[in-house]
């Protein structure tokens, strides 16, 4: 097959057809069923716990589940990219010590996912009550908001030890690139048990929302015992032990300091947007954020899997020097995520009427429309990220990433008391865009592929049709 430029067909399979027939291609199978699973659960969540101008237990749900993520996140996330990057560097490097450096990494992360884990499972068992007791005595105007959470969180505590785990297990999958056995663990087995506890919760059971906490506590619990029967499978054939002797910890949680909220920003973000909602305007703003957020960026999990894959191929792609076949790559998968999200984008914005009635959150179009925008910025930002952690980027690169979510904070915040939650939105888009530039701007800096413009096309045509819904509507 000829080279051929990389807008033929000859030049996207002369460079990336084995990525098309692997790794991507498993991953992007995982997050189809990702996307299914979420869009589902989305709409049985509604349909269910929502009325007509009553969210207020889906507000309630959605507060629950963004403070347990976004926990998780803070938590375990560094731990399992950095891994993923020891793994990966780890085999590339090669030499007599491969097998024990990669043997020390697995024991170290499943050794701090699972201290992590369960010293949240008895944070969230305590602190509850705590703070209930503290807000009767000291704020008892604040107590009757507080109270529904108390067992809801306990519940949801339960969840943080297998979360934590499978989290890692994934790690490791992804720095052997056994991208299939990835898509095994999270979408076979994670998102599977996700999907049938929810169903069993709120459609067979007839369950409250605290109902749906509990049962998925129980269904993480055993996808973590699963991913890692499915793992210690992996190694066992990759003839890999796990050390649990000498093991790196400290590096290893210097690199998750440095390296988690690059790589968990986009998931962080969405979950601070929903506490922040539902601190300044309630449980009704908390269940419109959410809902619409969802929507609009529910392309991101189609996009990630560009980034994922560059992740532990990028140390062999740098080392094998070549500007060209780099920036090949890079546009690539930047053309790819920019035009799955215009799809994305003009395929939600056509029919996002009829699935706001569905979702009882009617008269949110102009909040979807706009935050459609923002699914584009949040594209880029999936892909891009993991390139700029493994070319040595990191800490420019969560520097931004903390600044972006400090303005998210504060902001944010104020934006929300005084507007509510097109406020909230208007700052959130601001936000990504001006981030996406100087994102773009630093990929420059360390692999000197300049993207500007593609950049520029890109983000007129996605402006251009936003424009266009707005004005239609």
């Given at each position: 097959m000829s080279e051929g430029p990389l807008w033929t067909v000859a030049g996207i399979g002369r460079h990336c057809r084995g990525f098309a027939r692997g790794n991507l291609a498993a991953l992007l199978s995982g997050q189809a069923v990702l996307t299914l699973v979420n869009v589902a659960l989305l709409i049985m969540i509604n349909r269910v716990y929502a009325r007509p101008g009553d969210a207020t237990d889906v507000g309630r749900l959605a507060a629950v589940l963004s403070l347990m993520t976004a926990v998780v996140l803070l938590a375990v996330s560094g731990i399992a990219v950095g891994l993923t990057r020891r793994i990966s560097l780890a085999r590339v490097a090669g030499g007599a010590e491969r097998t024990m450096t990669i043997g020390r990494a697995i024991g170290g992360g499943i050794t701090l996912a699972a201290v992590s884990g369960f010293a949240m499972m008895l944070l969230g068992l305590v602190a509850p009550p705590v703070v209930y007791a503290a807000a009767k005595a000291w704020w008892p105007e604040q107590a009757p908001k507080i109270e529904p959470y108390v067992g809801a969180i306990q519940l949801a505590a339960l969840w943080l030890p297998g979360l934590s785990l499978g989290l890692v297990f994934s790690a490791v999958f992804d720095g052997f690139q056994r991208m299939r056995w990835s898509l095994l663990a999270e979408a076979g087995t994670f998102q599977v048990l996700?999907?049938?506890?929810?169903?069993?919760?709120?459609?067979?059971?007839?369950?409250?929302?605290?109902?749906?906490?509990?049962?998925?506590?129980?269904?993480?619990?055993?996808?973590?015992?699963?991913?890692?029967?499915?793992?210690?499978?992996?190694?066992?054939?990759?003839?890999?032990?796990?050390?649990?002797?000498?093991?790196?910890?400290?590096?290893?949680v210097r690199d998750a300091v440095v390296m988690f909220l690059p790589t968990v920003a986009p998931m962080l973000f969405s979950q601070a947007g929903v506490l922040v909602a539902w601190v300044a305007v309630g449980d009704q703003g908390a269940a419109t954020f959410w809902v619409t957020w969802s929507l609009a960026v529910a392309v991101t999990a189609i996009c990630w899997p560009a980034g994922r894959v560059l992740l532990p191929a990028i140390p062999g792609l740098l080392r094998n020097a070549d500007l060209k076949e780099v920036a090949r790559v890079f546009r690539l998968a930047f053309w790819g995520a920019s035009g799955v999200a215009f799809l994305f984008i003009a395929a939600v914005g056509a029919v996002k009427g009829w699935l706001l009635t569905c979702l009882n959150q009617e008269g949110q179009g102009a909040i979807l429309t706009v935050l459609l925008a923002a699914g584009f910025f949040e594209a880029v930002r999936v892909v891009f990220n993991p390139v700029l952690l493994g070319s040595g980027a990191e800490r420019s690169l969560a520097l931004l990433e903390w600044v972006s979510l400090a303005v998210i904070l504060i902001g944010g915040s104020a934006a929300a008391a005084i507007w509510g939650v097109p406020g909230l939105v208007a700052v959130f888009v601001a936000v990504f865009a001006l981030s996406m530039a100087f994102r773009i701007r630093l990929l420059a800096q360390v692999t000197g592929v300049r993207l500007w413009r593609e950049v520029a096309l890109a983000t007129a045509a996605v402006v251009g049709l936003t424009a266009v819904f707005i004005v239609v509507e």
């Open positions: 996700r999907l049938a506890a929810a169903a069993a919760a709120m459609l067979v059971a007839g369950w409250a929302w605290t109902g749906l906490i509990g049962a998925w506590a129980g269904a993480y619990a055993l996808a973590a015992v699963l991913m890692g029967l499915e793992l210690w499978v992996l190694l066992s054939l990759e003839r890999q032990p796990v050390a649990w002797r000498q093991l790196p910890l400290g590096g290893m």
